[in-house]
């Protein structure tokens, strides 16, 4: 079976700090990660070629140093790889991100599931995995955290939701996107790294995947970030004091004064 | 639209670059430069105390007759024929909104063996409610939810269309935004309407909570957006309102693609970690399983959901459904009791918009205390049975 997992490459938000007098991030020596997320779906999708053969191809759009994700997807043991790169892909939204997706994966061509993690940690938006699947006309299935079986072209699998999972039929080629507890992703084997250190990252531009130019980047994008603040600093904060008994008889005497117990 | 840098004024003070939350800034021949990490989001622009920096608006996509588009519309959400919390809140919201915008406030409500409850709907604030009622929408199905909004958006032309930020309006909200062709913003915590422009102003956490961005969809209706549980205020009922109900024929095209075979509960109805007012919360610092009863303990006698930290989530003391922050869940409830939790960023992402934080750690240096608005500095073994003796007591005797 052929399997396309989205990739997305992020600034690893745990490393971010805030400068307290500026309220600025401060990104100087943040590494750039795959989004934790990917991580499950590329393992999932490994474990699936393991099981039923075929070929795994991790897919991203970013800037040229973008292909280092991919060259961390192919260490991992990733068939092939695809980096969407043009400047008339910058400042893309979800739905602009998800086109530029949608056409590179047509140029990809057959495949049987598309793999993508629940969100990215930078932009947490949920978005990019089901608007792709809306352009290339394929269901849409949320949430995994286990694929219980995939025969012939229907796939079951277990979908995470609010209060407790559903088991989802699907037809296939299907995109789902999965949530951390559906797999432990592996590290990359040795084989892998020494693969992607010789690896020529296959790239695309707009006219490769017969992108329309005006739903590329900023200019397809329907949504326009205005601004950008920090957020309001908490408000007051208090370490209480006096023996462990006072502290504990202050904070239930605060809480019930606030009708929040 | 770009972002351009004029090199006869910057100063080279590199203020924009510390700014950039794109890190899209580098230093050139001493002056900013931007590189093509760029989003034009326009932080810079506002940084810049030379006015080194500009931003030119284009007027880009294409030109809709945006005036065609009118009236408030919010999903309203339901699990197992009873209206969401949720839903309440994004009337109380839409109400708003369409009271400013001087329009009406309608309501789509899908399901099966639902219509009854469609004037409910009118009592907490809608003014209209479109009711699709059929076996094909008793289970969620991206399929269906998405076909039977987009087709009532296209045919009635709705400004504004909400949602909750739940794994369902998550879920599908993406996949009207996609075939409309319209902007969709996810997770909002607060939204306001420009009465000229007609624009709303969607303002949502990004970078694990370390930034917030106000995204706006200026040429493309209707705008979208989803919006986390617990930040808007719940409409309050008032049975003398009147409004009209207007019933959806729903067919599905065909065989339906995806279906649910079942739908299992995990979590009693206190559980829903992101419906609950009170959540008490467990971090590795309890150190084992059955020291996190002691949790579960708190959390019962003050009525309020368990949750953890990833930590105690991989040591298996709780199922993942219960994990809080950037791998897991989004909370934000009233009360946010944060035991043996260093606080780590992760962590603090997913809970610290919760009203009121207290906190408790043997370490008074744990990070956790930058967000607590009560600290306890006390190991967690004593702390938390004597919380529990008080606030039963206070209970009793309330």
Known sequence: MNIIVLVKQVPDTSEVKINRETNTLIRDGVPSIINPFDMFAIEEALRLREKHGGKVTAITMGPPQAAESLKEAVSLGVDDVVLLSDRAFAGADTWATSYALSQGIRKIGEYDLIIAGKQAIDGDTAQVGPETADMLGIPFVAYIRKIEQIAGNRMTAERLMDEGYDVVETSLPALITVVKEINQPRLPSLKGKMKAKSLKVTTWNAADIKADDSKCGLKGSPTKVVRIFPPVPRGQREVLTGTMEDQITTAVRKLKEQALI | ????????????????????????????????????????????????????????????????????????????????????????????????????????????????????????????????????????????????????????????????????????????????????????????????????????????????????????????????????????????????????????????????????????????????????????????????????????ELAKALGGAVAATRGAVDEGWIPYAHQVGQTGKTVCPKLYIACGISGAIQHVAGMQSSEVIVAVNKDPEAPIFNVATYGIVGDIHEVLPIMIKKIREMRGTA
């Not at chain 2, 004037?119 to 009711?131: E, F, P, S, T």
């Not at chain 2, 699709?132 to 987009?150: E, G, H, I, Q, S």
């Open chain 2, 1 to 296: 639209m770009s972002v351009t840098v004029i090199s006869a004024k910057c100063t080279g003070c590199e203020t924009c670059v510390s700014t950039c939350p794109f890190g899209a800034i580098e230093m050139r021949d001493g002056a900013a430069f931007i590189t093509e990490a760029c989003t034009m989001c326009g932080a810079c622009v506002e940084a810049c105390e030379f006015k080194a920096i500009e931003r030119s608006e284009e007027a880009a996509g294409p030109a809709a007759d945006l005036s065609a588009y009118k009236g408030v519309w919010v999903f309203a959400e339901q699990h197992k024929g009873e209206i969401s919390s949720v839903a309440l809140e994004l009337i109380g919201e839409g109400r708003k909104l369409a009271d400013k915008k001087k329009t009406v406030l309608a309501a789509v409500f899908m399901g099966h063996g639902i219509k009854g409850k469609a004037q409910d709907l009118i009592a907490y604030g809608a003014d209209r409610v479109y009711v699709a009622d059929d076996p094909a929408l008793k289970d969620f199905n991206d399929d269906t939810y998405a076909a039977v909004l987009t087709g009532l958006a296209r045919q009635h032309k709705p400004e504004i269309i909400l949602a909750g930020a739940t794994a369902i309006g998550r879920s599908f909200f993406p996949k009207v935004a996609s075939t409309l062709y319209t902007g969709l913003t996810a997770d909002c915590t607060v939204l306001d309407i420009d009465i000229e422009s007609g624009h709303l102003h969607q303002t949502r956490p990004a970078f694990g909570g370390n930034i917030m961005a106000t995204i706006v969809t200026p040429n493309h209706r209707p705008q979208m957006a989803t919006v986390r549980h617990k930040v808007m205020k719940p409409a309050q009922r008032n049975d003398s309102r009147t409004g009209e109900i207007i019933e959806v024929k729903f067919t599905p095209a065909g065989d339906l693609r995806t279906r649910v075979i079942k739908t299992i509960e995990e979590l009693g109805e206190t559980v829903n970690i992101c419906e609950a007012d009170i959540i008490v919360a467990g971090g590795r610092g309890l150190g084992s399983a059955k020291n996190f009863q002691l949790v579960e």
